[in-house]
C-alpha cells in the first residue's frame, strides 16, 4: 500500500481523545435560506433559491410588477382584476388562456397526466364558467404528452365544451413532436375540432432533454433558445407529414417569436427540393403546409430599432395570414396592444388582432 | 412458481433429439451487406449501410456528381481538377480550405487530438505547400474542441505559418460555445491572430449531445436544425461576454444559413435590455459585438421564390458587413459565384465577394 499523508489533526472542546462509533455521513442544515444567503455577495444573494433549486428562474421578475392583485393571491388569479387590468382595459373581445401546468416533465407519466387533469377540471370550474358569465374567456387543457394514451383520454373528456377551443402543451420533449408517439393525439384533436397549441416551457427541466449544444449557463441564454427549440418541434411536425396525416389538424406556436419564420421556411423548402425523395408524403413545399395548418401568436414580437424592419419582416413571413396577436399578460415581457407593434396597414391590423384568430378558433 | 406456456415444438434434420451442451448466445453474420439489401424493399435497399451505421448520410448524394476526379481519388483531394472546377472557372483568387476532419466525436480525447494534428500536416504538406505555388489556397487547421489544452498547443504549432489564416472545429459539442472550458482556444487564437471558425457536423454524433428536442427523424430534419445549433453556440458566445475577454478575437461561422441572423440579434437585444444585469459585461447590446467580432459565410444562401425578398432580408442583416461569399465546393448543395445570389447593388456585391473576406483574414 502506498504511504498515505496523515490528515487533518482535529480537537474537540470536551476532550482530546473519544471512544465509540464514528459516523461518515451526517447531514446538517442551516434554519433557513437566510443563513446561506446572508453570507452570499450580490447579485447571487439576490438569486439563490435554497438547496436543489438549481434551474433558471428569471433573474429580474417573471411578470409585471403591478399585476398583483390587489386583494391578494398570484398574479393572474383574480378575474375582477384581470377584466380590468387587460379586458376592459384594452377591450379585449376573446381570450384565450393557458394556464401553466408543467405537467410533461415528471418521470411519473401518472403523476403528470393527474396534474394536467387537475389543472383541467379547475380552469373549467373557474375561468371557463364562474368567471365567465360573457364568454370572454376561451380555454386551453392541458395534456401530458409523454403518456399520448392518456392524454387522448384527456382529450375527449372534454368534447364539446363551448369553451374549450384548444389542447396544450408545454415544448420540453424527449422527441420532437412529429414523431409517432403523439399522433393519436392529434388524431382527437382533429376528431374533436380542437387545435393543438405549443407553449415553451420544461424544455431541459425534469426527464426532457436539453434542446441546445449542452447546457446553458443564464437565464437569458436559455430563454432566448427557447425560440430554437420550437422551430424544432416545427420542423418535425412538417416533415414527419402530420399535417398529411391529418389534415383537419391546427397547430398554434405561442409565445416562441415570429420574424425566425422567413429564414427556418427558406431553408427548409431549399432542403425540401433536393430531399423530398426521404419525406415523399409531401407533395408541396413545406412551408405550403405551415400557411394552411399552423398560427403563431405575436408575443414576444421582435423590437427591431428601426420600426420599418418589422414591417419588412412581417411581409416577408406573410403576417396577413399565419399571425395573431397575443399579449402573454401578466408575464414580465407583456405585449401590449396599443403599444408592442409600429402603425400597421388597415387590413393587416385587422388580421393580426382579430380576424386571423376568430377563423382559427372559430369565435363570432 | 406460475404456469409458463411451453415453448415452440422443433425439430432438427438430423434426429428429433440431441444430448450435449446448448448454448444460448451465439452470432452469425450475412457475406455481405447485399444479403440483406436484395431482402430490403426500396428506397431503404439504397440507404441501408450495413450494422452499427444507424445514423444520417444525406440520402440523395453527399457531392455535387460532376466533381468526382477524372483520374480518380475521392471529391476535393485533386488540386489540378479542383484548380479547373472552381478556381479557374469563377475567378477565385482566394480559396479559405476547411478539411473534414470529424475529430470532435470521440470517447477519446487524445484520439481526436491526434486526428487533428495529422489533418493539419496533411492539410499543410500538401494544399497549403504542394499544391499552392500561388498562394490561392488559405488553410483552417482543425482543434478537438473536447481538449482545450491541447488544442491550444496544437493551435501554437501553426503560429506565424503563411498561410494558415484561421483554427476550425465541428460544431458538435457537449457544451456551447461561449462556456469557460473553450476560452483558452479563444485566447490561444487571438494571442496568434487567428479567426476561429465553427462549421456544422458531429452534432449529436459520438459523444456530442443532439442539439434539438430529441433526436431528429430524418437527414432533411436533421440537416435544416443544424442552423438551430449553429445560431445557441452564437447567442453562448455573445452573452458569455468572449468578445469581452479576448477583444481581438474574430469568429466565422461557416455554412450555418444566413437569414436567421435579424431575428435572433432581435430576439437577444431584447432579452438584453430586460435581463443585461445577469450580463453585466456586456455593456453595449449583443448585437453591436456581432458586428464587431462575427462574421458569417454565406452557403447555404437562402432561396425564396422572390429575389427581392433574399434582398430585403441582406438589408435586415447588415449583409454589407458581415457577409462573406462561400461555394461550399464539392457539396451537393455548391453554391455558384454566378448564379447563387440574385443581382446585387454593386457596393454590396463588393463587399460579399471579396472585400470583407480580405479584411478578416488579412489578405492581399
Known amino acids: 500500500m502506498a504511504t498515505i499523508a496523515p490528515g487533518p489533526t482535529t480537537t474537540t472542546t470536551a476532550s482530546l481523545t473519544r471512544t465509540g462509533i464514528v459516523d461518515c455521513d451526517v447531514h446538517v442544515y442551516p434554519r ?3 443563513e446561506i444567503k446572508s453570507r452570499l455577495s450580490m447579485p447571487w444573494r439576490d438569486r439563490y433559491g435554497g438547496g436543489g433549486r438549481g434551474f433558471f428562474g428569471n433573474p429580474v421578475h417573471g411578470s409585471r410588477l403591478d399585476s398583483n392583485p390587489p386583494n391578494g393571491g398570484p398574479v393572474g388569479s383574480d378575474p375582477d382584476f384581470l377584466r380590468k387590468q387587460l379586458i376592459d382595459e384594452y377591450g379585449i373581445a376573446y381570450a384565450v ?3 401553466r401546468a408543467f405537467c410533461n416533465l415528471h418521470p411519473d407519466p401518472d403523476f403528470g397526466t393527474a396534474i394536467a387533469a387537475a389543472f383541467n377540471d379547475w380552469l373549467a370550474e373557474t375561468w371557463l364558467s364562474e368567471y365567465n358569465p360573457d364568454g370572454v374567456f376561451k380555454g386551453s ?13 384527456e382529450i375527449e373528456r372534454w368534447a364539446g365544451h363551448p369553451h374549450v377551443v384548444q389542447v396544450m402543451t408545454d415544448s420540453g420533449a424527449r422527441a420532437p413532436f412529429g414523431q409517432r408517439q403523439y399522433h393519436p393525439i392529434y388524431e382527437a384533436c382533429e376528431r374533436h375540432g380542437f387545435r393543438f ?16 449544444p ?11 433558445c427557447l425560440s430554437l427549440a420550437f422551430q424544432a418541434h416545427l420542423v418535425s411536425l412538417l416533415t414527419e407529414g402530420v ?10 406556436l405561442t409565445e416562441g417569436g415570429v420574424s425566425w419564420l422567413p429564414a427556418l421556411m427558406w431553408r427548409l423548402d431549399a432542403e425540401w427540393k433536393s430531399l423530398r425523395s ?11 403546409y405551415l400557411r394552411d395548418h399552423v398560427r403563431l401568436s405575436s408575443q414576444p414580437i421582435e423590437t427591431p430599432d428601426n420600426p420599418k424592419h418589422l414591417l419588412a419582416m412581417l411581409d416577408l413571413l406573410d403576417a396577413e395570414h399565419v399571425l395573431m396577436f397575443a399579449s402573454d399578460y401578466p408575464h414580465w415581457d407583456f405585449d401590449s396592444p396599443t403599444h408592442a407593434f409600429p402603425r400597421l396597414p388597415e387590413t393587416l391590423h385587422r388580421r393580426i388582432f382579430g380576424e386571423t384568430a376568430r377563423e382559427w378558433y372559430g369565435l363570432e
Chains 1, 2 share one sequence.
Open 243 to 252: 399535417f398529411v396525416r391529418f389534415p383537419g389538424l391546427g397547430v398554434t
Open 32 to 34: 433557513g435560506n437566510d
Open 278 to 288: 426521404e419525406v415523399p408524403w409531401l407533395d408541396k413545399p413545406p412551408s405550403a
Open 97 to 99: 388562456l393557458l394556464p
Open 197 to 212: 397549441a405549443i407553449h415553451p416551457g420544461t424544455d431541459g427541466m425534469g426527464i426532457n432533454v436539453q434542446p441546445s
Open 214 to 224: 449542452g447546457y446553458p449557463t443564464h437565464y437569458i441564454e436559455w430563454h432566448t
Open 141 to 153: 387543457i392541458t395534456v401530458n404528452t409523454q403518456d399520448p394514451v392518456a392524454a387522448v383520454k
